[in-house]
């Protein structure tokens, strides 16, 4: 599926022309270079059969375009010429020498040939060895002169240098005399090979058409699409090389804000009934306490998308705790008594579960009927489900993926809520938009994302922030422990077990020898049950476990049927248990900082005082030092920053959770600068445009869609 094509036939508005790719992907990119296509296989390649091809296809390179965009991820800057005399040791540069001798060939043992040579210029002579290189051997050629490439060292046979390349003078230079590019390898496939691939590549089709107008370029100093290209694979200098990466980046963020800004005019463009009759005063007592001021406010703010007559975008961040849910409930209403549906995307079955439960219990007696649609249902209740839904039965839908699914349809779907969106990407969000006519489109996050990021992330919605936490609510005591504590963990766990509460311990792995000496959930719930807590009911959650199992296992908890859950970070998001006080996270240095806040977010949910302990056997002063700032402060904002400062957006929400698109140049951690200026950009680019289809307009489409179904699987 891909970003708003659906949603395009639909609205018929000009401006989402630019997401209809889906139907055109088979169509074949133009004629563009004299022998090949981009869209060609790398199999046309000389030297490329299809073992070849299998390795790169692990590198997801098929095209001719995919190996263009194969970029490097870094130089060897081989350009500098010393004398012999100048080399120094361990940094790596090209001389030029004679070969003073003829070269020495030796069998050490099995599989083990050495081959010395002395070669020498004005400055000084070199003993070179290279181990199992007959070509070598062959190669130089006494009395001849060569171009070499490599670093001098002092070992126990005296200084000399190890395997140099080498090429003659008059040879063209591939391995010496050049900014080499280091790209990403894979199993059998060396930088050499990629590198004639690429060569080929570049001489056989052009480079991916332009897309950024003259004046963009040359006002933000930005080189030509097709320089940039050759300049990144082929720099003659580390210099050009900055400067087709800077063009490579812009490019990528100016597609991407480019995308997002398109997104955000076309539903400004499109209209729907503006909602009426929005009084919430029997929701509000039908509450079991007041909303606080933030969540209001944020009502309030929400209201006023609804009656404005184009569809809502609107992000919800607050901290975990600050009662973001209770917010989408009051929007849900408001769709039910303008008789839409509403829909809840979230991103774990326990969740789902557990918002149905708390959903039914206070808007059904409001005469809102709430269905649950999960993809651990059976098929009979999913389909009994999915019939209530395409009849518009059910007001208001908790899910997970399934509701995604082509055989989920609405009646009448006005409202989409996307719960903790860090888990969704945008493509999702527009799947499940798709299934209504423009629908209001609501998403919470608990992460607070900094606010570099929240414009990438959300540069299409508007955001109201939750700033408040409910009364009564006390900071969770936050504290950081060695092994030595084990035993003072281990008494505090029993302490708050007697006094009626819950503990919930965080391993970071399912099960041993996924990686030595890191807590497993298995085998740690099985030691406090046999060993430490005989007499406590100890519970176990992982990913792995079946959807059935782990909602028992998890309902069960949230009723108090066990006094200790050991889980992994499967209970990270939004689930609710106030009973329980106290979290312990093992090897707390596996996670990021933002993944702990939100996992001691678990706790502090009730009226007791919450306890967060974290153990880490890690001794690396500057880990200690980024875990300590949890125990510091509370504030989620705070944390954020310094998370992204130490881990970079990459790992900020843990491996492939980040909901960015997969950006194959940019690194948001060092280019924000390039970032805005590409968004300035982007901007002015679209505030031109008249809505045309011209070349570039569609050259730029075609980006769009590219990157964002690249990045699909990155923003699951
Ligand atoms: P989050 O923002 O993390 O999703 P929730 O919506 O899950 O937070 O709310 C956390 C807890 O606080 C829930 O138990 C909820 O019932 C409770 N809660 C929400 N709003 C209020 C409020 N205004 N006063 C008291 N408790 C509240
Ligand atoms: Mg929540």
């Known amino acids: 599926m891909l970003v708003g094509g659906e949603i395009c036939r639909k609205n018929a508005v000009a401006l989402w022309r630019f997401f209809d790719y889906n139907e055109r992907t088979q169509r074949p990119v133009p004629e563009v270079g004299p022998l090949a296509k981009l869209s060609d296989p790398v199999t046309i390649l000389k030297g490329v059969g299809p073992a070849r091809a299998k390795q790169f296809a692990n590198l997801n390179v098929l095209t001719l375009q995919d190996l263009i965009c194969h970029f490097p991820r870094g130089y060897e800057d081989r350009t500098r010429l010393v004398p012999i005399a100048a080399l120094e040791p361990d940094v790596p540069a090209c001389f030029r020498a004679m070969v003073m001798n003829t070269p020495r060939c030796s069998h050490i043992r099995k ?10 210029d004005h400055s000084g002579r070199l003993n070179l060895t290279f181990f199992n290189n007959r070509f070598a051997a062959e190669q130089l050629l006494y009395g001849q002169e060569y171009i070499f490439y490599g670093a001098v060292s002092g070992d126990y046979a005296g200084y000399g240098m190890t395997n140099p390349s080498f090429e003659a003078p008059d040879a063209p230079a591939v391995t010496t005399r050049r900014v080499l590019p280091i790209y990403p390898l894979t199993a059998g496939l060396t930088n050499a090979a990629v590198i004639r691939a690429v060569t ?125 849910t209770m917010v989408a409930a009051a929007a849900a209403v408001c769709a039910a008594r303008n008789h839409k549906q509403s829909a809840l995307m979230a991103p774990t079955e326990i969740l789902a579960e557990q918002h149905h439960a708390s959903f039914k219990k206070l808007l059904e007696p409001l005469g809102v009927t709430v269905e649950l649609l999960t993809g651990s249902m059976t098929p009979k209740q999913k389909r ?43 493509a999702q969000r527009a799947k499940l938009s798709a299934k209504g006519e423009a629908p209001h489109l609501l998403v919470m996050s608990a992460t607070p994302i900094p606010r570099t990021l929240a414009l990438l992330m959300y540069g299409d919605l508007d955001v109201s922030i939750l700033d408040e936490l409910p009364p009564g609510r006390e900071p969770v005591d936050t504290f950081l422990v060695g092994e030595s504590y084990r035993p003072r963990i281990n008494a505090f766990i029993r302490k708050q077990v007697q006094q009626g509460h819950q503990c919930f311990i965080v391993c970071p792995a399912v099960e041993e020898n996924q990686e030595l000496g890191i807590k497993a959930a298995t085998v740690w719930a099985d030691t406090l049950r046999q060993t430490v807590f005989p007499d406590l009911r100890v519970s176990l959650l992982h990913g792995q476990m079946k959807g059935a199992e782990k909602e028992a296992v998890m309902t069960a908890f949230a009723r108090g049927q066990a006094d200790v859950l050991v889980a992994t970070t499967v209970i990270e998001v939004g689930v609710d248990v106030p009973n329980a006080t106290l ?85 948001l951690s060092y280019d924000l600068g390039i970032l805005k200026q590409a968004q300035e950009a982007s901007a002015a680019w679209i505030d031109a445009w008249d809505g045309s289809d011209t070349p570039e307009a569609a050259a730029l489409r075609r980006r769009i869609a590219e990157l964002f179904q690249r990045s699909q699987g990155t923003m699951n």
Not at 219 to 228: C, G, K, T, V
Not at 249 to 260: Q, Y
């Open 384 to 426: 009994e489900a999915r019939e209530r839904i395409a009849a518009g039965v059910a007001m208001l839908t908790v899910g997970t993926h399934a509701l995604l699914t082509d055989a989920t349809v609405f009646a009448c779907l006005g409202l989409v809520i996307a719960d903790e969106q860090h888990r969704f990407g945008v």
């Open 111 to 120: 599989g083990l040939d050495l081959t010395r040579v002395q070669v020498a």
């Open 583 to 667: 979290m312990v996270i093992e090897d707390a240095d596996r996670f990021g900082l933002s993944q702990l806040h939100q996992l001691r977010g678990r706790v502090g949910r009730g009226k007791a005082k919450s306890y967060c302990i974290l153990t880490s056997h890690n001794r690396n002063p500057e880990t200690l030092e980024r875990l300590k700032a949890l125990c510091k402060t509370t504030d989620g904002f705070r944390i954020a920053e310094e998370d992204l400062k130490l881990r970079g957006p990459g790992d900020f929400f843990g491996a492939r959770q980040s909901g960015l698109p997969a950006f194959r140049m940019a690194d």
């Open 200 to 324: 080929q590549a570049l001489a056989i089709c052009d480079p991916p058409e332009e897309i950024l107008p003259e004046p963009v370029r040359n006002r933000f100093h930005i080189l030509p699409a097709h320089q940039a290209y050759l300049s990144i694979h082929q720099p003659k200098s580390m210099e050009e090389a900055e400067q087709a990466k800077k063009r490579l980046i812009f490019e990528e963020f100016f597609v991407f804000s480019a995308g997002l800004s398109l997104m955000r005019s076309a539903r400004a463009q499109t209209v729907c009934a503006p909602y009426e009759g929005m009084d919430l005063t029997s929701f509000y007592e039908a509450l079991p306490f007041r909303l606080t001021g933030a969540q209001l406010r944020a009502v309030e703010e929400i209201l006023g998308d609804l009656r404005k007559g184009t569809p809502m975008n609107r992000l919800v961040q607050g901290d975990v705790g600050s009662g973001k």
